[in-house]
């Protein structure tokens, strides 16, 4: 089974991602940050990541970099609702 790992500050995308994938026959892990993201994908060395871009903390390309220096295989999709409009 694929592993996804979802991350995302608020609750309800994580809990609404992980319902759509895991109905998709995926194995889905979420974090609330990018230092849970981190500990997860080192635990679970997950096949996927869709990372949120902002967070607090350390923010999802701080949390990109960890990951991809833990493990150049895992595949991360950078994802952000920021529409970019003033
Ligand atoms: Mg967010």
Known sequence: MHKLLVVDDETDICDFVKTFFKD????VFTALN????LAIAKKERPDLVLLDIKMKGMDGLAALRHIKELD???KIIMVTADSGLP
């Open 34 to 37: 990018g230092e849970e993201a």
């Open 24 to 27: 998709r026959g995926f194995h």
């Open 72 to 74: 150049r295989s895992i």
